[in-house]
């Protein structure tokens, strides 16, 4: 009998920008260790009884697979969860915190079970996103046009010069915005653009060029540095089947 996969899938949110997401893991043994990318986003993810905040990665995120539980989570996308959440997005980078540390313990409990009690715990999750969206207001329109130059290739000298911010500065308020400064942020969405195109078909070389890497071997280096691995083994046959039903790498972070 062949062993049941995990299911991942995602919609976009009515939450601007944002993706809401849910992975369901069926019964039975652990399945093989999967590794989330960086991304430059930030998620807040449900299991039964908690609520944890992933912070962002610099670096591939290694999921335990003796973790069973099936999430439910909205992935805000640069710049947006520190101002919802009112935590600084640096004091949370590599880390996956619960939001009982952030926020009144009460106020959390009192949410988690609102979410446990949903028919649908991912729209309550996406519901509670939005109204505390109305409560705080939109990101600064500055660091969401940082991350928007720079998700289209933008370089940060251009990219500071285009917002009318020093390197000092900009590299300030992305730290709080994103939880590194620009040049990381821009490397990320970079590397995240050529693992699209590479999904897409096109190949290495070609994908590299595309993305803005110098050339391929640009590419296999930056791979090795935020992800960890190599291109070939990451579009391994393997590696393609536990995509098809498992978190795309620029999708969920767990609570592991």
Not at 134 to 153: I, N, Q, S, Y
Request: a neutral charge; proline letters at 8%; aromatic letters at 4%.
């Amino acid at each position: 009998m062949p062993r049941e996969h995990q299911r991942y899938q995602e919609r976009p949110s009515r939450l601007d920008g944002a993706v809401v997401w849910t992975l369901d893991v069926p019964p039975g043994p652990p399945q093989a260790a999967r590794s989330v990318l960086p991304d430059g986003c930030m998620d807040l993810i449900w299991s039964a009884g908690r609520l944890v905040v992933a912070g962002p990665d610099t670096h591939a995120f290694q999921v335990d697979p003796r973790d069973r539980a099936s999430l439910a989570a909205i992935r805000f996308p640069p710049g947006t969860a520190p101002v919802l959440l009112g935590v600084p997005a640096h004091e949370l980078r590599d880390h996956r915190v619960e939001l009982a540390d952030l926020w009144s313990r009460t106020a959390v409990r009192e949410l988690t079970g609102r979410i446990d009690r949903a028919a649908d715990p991912a729209t309550a999750l996406e519901d509670f996103a939005l109204g505390l969206a109305a409560e705080t207001g939109p990101p600064d329109p500055l660091t969401a046009a940082v991350a928007d130059r720079l998700r289209r290739g933008g370089s940060v000298a251009a990219t500071a010069a285009e917002v009318g911010l020093g390197a000092r500065q900009l590299h300030r308020r992305s730290l709080a915005a994103f939880g590194y400064g620009p040049k990381v942020l821009a490397r990320i969405l970079r590397l995240q653009r050529a693992l699209a195109l590479v999904r897409a078909g096109l190949p290495y070389a070609e994908a590299a060029c595309a993305a803005g890497c110098a050339d391929q071997a640009h590419l296999a280096r930056e791979m090795r540095d935020l992800a960890g691995t190599t291109l070939g083994a990451y579009f391994s046959a393997g590696d393609a089947e536990a995509n098809s039903d498992t978190p795309q790498p620029s999708g969920s972070r767990t609570t592991a």
